[in-house]
């Protein structure tokens, strides 16, 4: 039988997979995975804390991953390479899944084995990621405030202050929709970029082009694929929310906000918001 097991046993000490390296692994030199495996730093011995803390890591990755390929796809959208964009796009599509199936190992805290590290973190909370904030500006969710909070952090703040006077990706795509000849109105494609998206009744009319109709347009793809984009970034906004209820009720959160309902209220702003109110109309 050749399963896995026997192929490892049989491997000689001088066989290519085995031969010590000199000094890091390809694997390691390529994944920094000793370096990564250091960045767990529990500060409690609460069974759940190494769960709470991976789960953020890793979904530091996912968001890191998701603003790579929202800004690939927002600067090929300035091309008009619109299979390019859409490749980005689909890539984001599958780490948002990815990052919302992370919710798994700290779905369950309740209040007590929550409560077992939360004060050791003090006023740490998700509220005060960096890279969350840069994925909801690309959303074309600017904020002067939010932004001005990572002041403190040149780097960040550098990188935050150059995603906050940019165009978001839905910029870019109100724009590539103008090029294409539907109707956005100046207003919006020439808009001040570093405004909170407002919607607009006219950007919903360039929608209906695409959605109205028995011929299926050629952007109907697109509105779909930025579709299912904002609604898994609703879907993370809610299993958030459902964490947040069972772990810690509605109590005040960490950074200071009322917690759940200030929750609610951050998850109720729709993303790309005339995707949505075009199908009212249809
Ligand atoms: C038991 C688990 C969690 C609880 C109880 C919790 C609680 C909260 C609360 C109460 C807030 C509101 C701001 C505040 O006052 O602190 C918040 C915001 C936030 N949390 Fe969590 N959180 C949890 C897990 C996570 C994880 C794993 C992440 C991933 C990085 C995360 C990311 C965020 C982000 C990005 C915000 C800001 C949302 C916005 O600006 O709209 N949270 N969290």
Redesign the pocket.
Known sequence: MNDGTSALADLSPHDPPTSPFEGASPYDAYVRATVLNTLQAPLTEAADEMG?LV??QV??LW?TLIVHEWRAARDAFTKDDLDSATEALVRSRRALEALNG??RP?AG?TPAQ?DGFRAAFGRA???Q?AM??HM?FLLGDKSAA?LRSHQGEPSVHETLREAYHAPSLYDEVLRFLHRQGLPVPASVHERDVTAPYEADPRVVEAWRRVYAGSQRHPLLPLGELLTDIAELVARW?FD?MM??RR??GAR?????????A??QA??ARPVFPELWTVRDGL
């Open positions: 709470f789960t953020t979904m530091e968001f992370s919710w700290i805290l929550f909370s998700g509220f990621s969350y904030r909801e939010l906004r958030h964490v947040v772990a810690m005040t959160g960490s950074a200071g906000s009322s917690g759940l200030w929750l951050r998850a």
